[in-house]
């Protein structure tokens, strides 16, 4: 069971690298960029801003009903021309984009018992961006209610004091249901808001977080990173960043 989601989802990243690979001469690649937006103008000539950063305009119509103000999307996108852009704003092309699910933290207090299921989840590529926890991730199809995906915070795991100013926090990301299907694997990306972390600790400037969870290839897994609540980010930022990074986006939905 364990492997048939590593190998499925392996399979999807290989095609879809070999179909962005260019035949010929690499200097004709034109490099493409991903970030996380919210809709800050809908309709069809919608208007996306970076997490505290930049305005991004689609340089092509889109369908009416497709981008609703308040909502936020994972894009993958060139760059378009920006010679006479206004400044903080930038026109692209976009290649796909991928609606998000936004949600809230949860918090496990020191005394409380862990009711949460886990089952497993793959392929996971955290990221800190605003003030939220992006998660990207493959899972199986739940069969049993509760079928959520919950990001958990284990205060039993922490030892912290109000005045800190830098936190040491512990996190879980779980899939919360009893049962799957093995049939299917399936992309999912979740934004959590984190921005009450901010309330705790007044004196943070950042946040030093653990993030845990049961990988379905690899076991009980954690990656650890520091959280900068609404850290701006500029486009060239961004774009320098991705091109370090840019195998990490999810292949397929």
Not at 73 to 89: A, E, K, Q, V
Not at 186 to 201: A, G, K, M, P
Request: contains cysteine; proline residues 6%.
């Amino acid at each position: 069971m364990k492997r048939r989601i590593y190998v499925l989802a392996m399979a999807c990243l290989a095609f879809a690298l070999t179909s962005c690979l260019n035949q010929g001469d690499d200097s004709n690649v034109k490099p493409d960029y991903i970030c996380m937006v919210n809709v800050t103008t809908g309709g069809v000539n919608p208007v996306f801003q970076m997490d505290g950063g930049s305005f991004l305009t689609p340089d092509a119509t889109m369908p009416a009903d497709t981008f609703q103000v308040g909502e936020r999307y994972f894009i993958d996108f060139y760059l378009g021309d920006s010679t006479n852009h206004t400044p903080g704003t930038y026109p692209i092309s976009l290649i796909r984009y991928n609606k998000t699910i936004v949600k809230n933290m949860i918090e496990l207090q020191k005394d409380s018992v862990d009711l949460w299921g886990n089952k497993p989840i793959g392929n996971l590529y955290p990221s800190f961006s605003g003030h939220y926890f992006n998660a990207f991730f493959v899972s199986y199809a739940g069969l049993t209610t509760p079928n959520t995906f919950e990001f958990i915070r284990m205060k039993a795991d922490e030892h912290t004091s109000p005045t800190d100013t830098v936190p040491n926090l512990s996190f879980h990301l779980r899939h919360n249901v009893e049962s799957v299907a093995t049939g299917m694997v399936y992309y999912r990306i979740y934004s959590f808001d984190v921005s009450s972390l901010t309330t705790e600790f007044p004196n943070a400037y950042k946040f030093k977080i653990k993030v845990s969870w049961d990988d379905a290839n690899f076991g009980w897994s954690n990656y650890t990173q520091y959280y900068i609540p609404n850290q701006q980010i500029t486009l060239p930022d961004l774009l320098s960043t991705n091109r370090k990074s840019i195998d990490l986006e999810p292949v397929s939905f």
